[in-house]
């Protein structure tokens, strides 16, 4: 039995105890999918499960389960960064655990299609998208690409240890081995070798190309201010609505420092990006910060205490500057 | 005293009411000579001061931010300095990626009664903020104008880097 049929039968099992169970199915394109609303078992027929389902359905979660006497149980098929998610919302009490059923299963990585866009150059009207091991079929009328899928696999799943759904009620098919990654992205290996001046000018630059659209924040499972954003409210005055280099910059500081212990590292913020900004760069290195100072990791445990919400008296990774 | 060099930068300082506030009333008092670049914000503690507080500072033109509060196991609230040191070392090692300066900005402890301590701390952040000189500032407007071209492209038939060209069937 497939992974995905393995998926099917569980969610059909447990759909009559759920309000909706949220999936992918096919969008408008062999390459694009979309989130899927299962209400009903007709529903179900449409599940597709592949590496092109990006989007972490975590981040529907906030608003489907809130309110006073809502009372709505619903269910997600996760991959390990969004179970992560969940754990993370879990544990903030932003969603009760128990309202929540998770349908995990074992991630090999996740498609970049900027970078399978690039791969395929010259491949016209992609008909058909297969993956057999670690190669990639692309399929057009008059075309066929094949692609190894390390290549066009994307930037997060390179430093990945949650391949495995994390705490899931239900997991299909087997779990995938957790290889050995780099601690530190490459990318951002590569980005600390430069010196401030030059970092600065390349944010200058990433942030004059921003249009505040805002795609970042309202894709992110952690954003759940939702229309409360201070970026966008009147009263604290944060940002001015002025778009410039700096308010550009000042409202993605606001989004680092707001996810300061709690970013999962899903990447949706620089998928979602329409102009391409690498803001997983400023993640990967905040969440560096994290790790190295308070030894947390977001979205492990839901019964942990987050860093910045605790201290120590003698904290030992902090050092006092003699003044 | 006036700048070393004869010329003021900005550097915005966050004291805390309880303890730094008064210390570097106590210097006053005490007529301790002082450069005078720094301007104060009073705030209630400094588990007061949100990190954003410091990049807004440092983003709209500041030179260098200074964050004093009280030391450890002297909170005037019992603990607020506790969480403000793991926020604001936090700030500080996140810095660097931004490409601001981390010496930029710095936080220490001075209590009320520290009035030369203050003065030391004043001086020699103030000398090391001179030494690096006034702060780069981000400028460069906004990406209008590349969306014209995304614009001119798309409606000339060649695509727009946001979308995958010519993939869709």
């Known amino acids: 039995m497939s992974v995905l049929q393995e998926l099917k039968e569980q969610i059909r099992a447990a759909l009559p105890e759920l309000d909706m169970v949220l999936g992918w199915e096919q969008g408008f394109d062999a390459l694009h999918m979309r989130p899927l609303f299962i209400r009903t078992e007709k529903d179900l027929e449409r599940l597709v499960l592949n590496p092109l389902c990006v989007h972490s359905l975590a981040t529907y979660l906030p608003g489907l389960l809130r309110g006073a006497g809502n009372d709505k149980k619903v269910g ?10 969940v754990i993370q919302l879990v544990q ?29 150059q010259g491949c016209s009207g992609i008909g058909s998208v297969e993956f057999a091991g670690d190669k990639v079929v692309l399929s057009a009328p008059d075309t066929k690409v094949e692609l190894p899928f390390a290549e066009i696999r994307s930037g997060k799943c ?6 495995n759904a994390i705490d899931a009620d239900h997991f299909a098919g087997a ?5 050995a990654v780099p601690a530190k992205h490459p990318t951002l290996e590569e980005f600390e070798k430069l010196p401030l001046s030059e970092r600065f000018a390349f944010w200058q630059e990433q942030m004059r ?20 954003c201070i970026a966008t409210s009147r009263n604290p005055h944060w940002l001015t609505q002025e778009s410039s280099t700096a308010e550009n910059f000042m409202f993605q500081m606001i989004h680092v420092m707001h996810l300061t212990g709690r970013c999962v590292e899903c990447g949706e913020c620089e998928r979602a990006c329409p102009l391409d900004i690498p803001l997983m760069l400023l993640r990967r290195s905040m969440n560096g910060v994290v790790r190295e100072l308070f030894a947390y990791e977001s979205g492990t445990d839901p019964d942990a205490t987050p860093p910045l919400l605790t201290y120590q008296v003698e904290e030992e990774t902090i050092n006092e500057r003699g003044w | 005293m006036s700048a070393p060099d004869g010329r003021e930068l900005r550097i915005v300082g966050f004291l805390c009411n309880w303890c730094s506030y008064g210390g570097a009333d106590t210097a006053g008092v005490g007529r301790f000579v002082q450069p005078t670049d720094l301007r104060i914000v009073r705030v209630p503690c400094s588990g007061r001061i949100d990190p954003l507080f410091i990049v807004r500072a440092l983003i709209s033109g500041a030179d260098g931010v200074l964050v004093s509060g009280c030391h450890p196991r002297d909170c005037h609230y019992a603990a607020g300095n506790y969480y403000a040191r793991r926020r604001l070392e936090m700030l500080k090692q996140f810095l660097p990626v931004t490409g601001i300066d981390p010496a930029r900005f710095e936080y220490t402890w001075v209590s009320a009664s520290e009035g030369q301590r203050w003065q030391h701390v004043v001086t020699t952040f103030t000398s090391r903020i001179h030494d690096l000189g006034p702060a780069p500032r981000m400028t460069g407007g906004n990406g209008y104008a590349e969306l014209a071209d995304i614009e001119r492209a798309v409606q000339a038939g060649q695509g727009c880097p946001c979308h995958l060209k010519e993939v869709r069937s």
């Open chain 1, 209 to 228: 190309r921003c249009v505040r659209c805002y795609a970042c924040r309202n894709t992110c499972p952690m954003c759940v201010c939702r229309d409360h």
């Open chain 1, 175 to 179: 779990r995938v081995e957790e290889g």
């Open chain 1, 92 to 120: 903030e009490k932003l969603i009760p655990r128990d309202r929540v059923v998770m349908f995990g299963f074992g991630c090999n990585g996740i498609v970049s299609l900027q970078k399978l866009e690039a791969g395929a």
């Open chain 1, 158 to 163: 390179e430093t990945c240890r949650y391949h």
């Open chain 1, 76 to 85: 997600l098929v996760v991959k390990g960064c969004d179970s992560r998610a």
